[in-house]
């Protein structure tokens, strides 16, 4: 930033000068006639201009069109592993789910099951609710978290 402010006295005065310069050109140019031939310059430099422009812009086209080429030729093969990783994920979840989770839930179940009916059997002579069980289990919590704050106040 303060190069800029360095270098301003020297920008304004080459601007002032520059602008000296095309007036007194214009001045000239109408003054000989010579507008004619500048006008033809002028036209000139902006068609080689364009021509050079618009070969730039083929050319970036071109690259563009060869790197959209790469990319999608980069990008098939690993949608293609992705496609065979998803199919064998599956295929393991549903081996998974039929060899090791199906019967764990079932032997489960049949444990919780017998434990109740042993429990109505043999124990208080009525099955034990789950909202029972929860009562008792949050009792004691409560009962360990007492005994646990009394420990604590006590040293």
Same mark, same amino acid.
């Given at each position: $930033?303060?190069?800029?402010? !360095?270098?301003?006295?020297?920008? =304004? #005065?080459?601007?002032?000068?520059?602008? =000296? @310069?095309? =007036?007194? /050109? %214009?001045? #000239?140019?109408?003054? /000989?006639?010579?507008?004619? %031939?500048? +006008?033809?310059? +002028?036209?000139?430099?902006?068609?080689? @201009?364009?021509?050079? $422009?618009?070969?730039?812009? *083929? /050319?970036? *086209?071109? $690259?563009?069109?060869? *790197?959209? !080429?790469?990319?999608?030729?980069?990008?098939?093969? +690993?949608?293609?592993?992705?496609?065979?990783?998803? &199919?064998?994920?599956?295929?393991?979840?549903?081996?998974? &789910?039929?060899?090791?989770? !199906?019967? &764990?839930?079932?032997?489960?179940?049949?444990? +919780?099951?017998?434990?109740?009916?042993?429990? *109505?059997?043999?124990? !208080?002579?009525?099955?034990?609710?789950?909202?029972?069980?929860?009562?008792?289990?949050?009792?004691?919590?409560?009962?360990? $978290?007492?005994?646990?704050?009394?420990?604590?106040?006590?040293?």
């Amino acid at each position: $930033m303060e190069n800029v402010e !360095r270098y301003r006295p020297w920008i =304004i #005065l080459g601007a002032i000068v520059l602008g =000296i @310069l095309i =007036i007194a /050109f %214009v001045v #000239l140019a109408t003054i /000989f006639g010579w507008w004619p %031939v500048v +006008v033809d310059i +002028v036209l000139v430099i902006t068609a080689l @201009l364009s021509l050079i $422009m618009l070969g730039a812009l *083929t /050319f970036a *086209t071109i $690259m563009l069109i060869r *790197t959209i !080429r790469g990319t999608r030729d980069e990008i098939i093969p +690993v949608l293609e592993s992705l496609k065979d990783t998803t &199919s064998t994920v599956q295929a393991t979840a549903k081996a998974a &789910s039929a060899f090791a989770v !199906r019967p &764990s839930v079932r032997t489960a179940s049949f444990v +919780v099951g017998a434990g109740e009916v042993a429990s *109505t059997i043999f124990g !208080r002579g009525r099955p034990r609710k789950r909202s029972e069980q929860r009562q008792q289990r949050r009792k004691e919590i409560e009962r360990e $978290m007492a005994a646990g704050g009394n420990s604590d106040d006590s040293r």
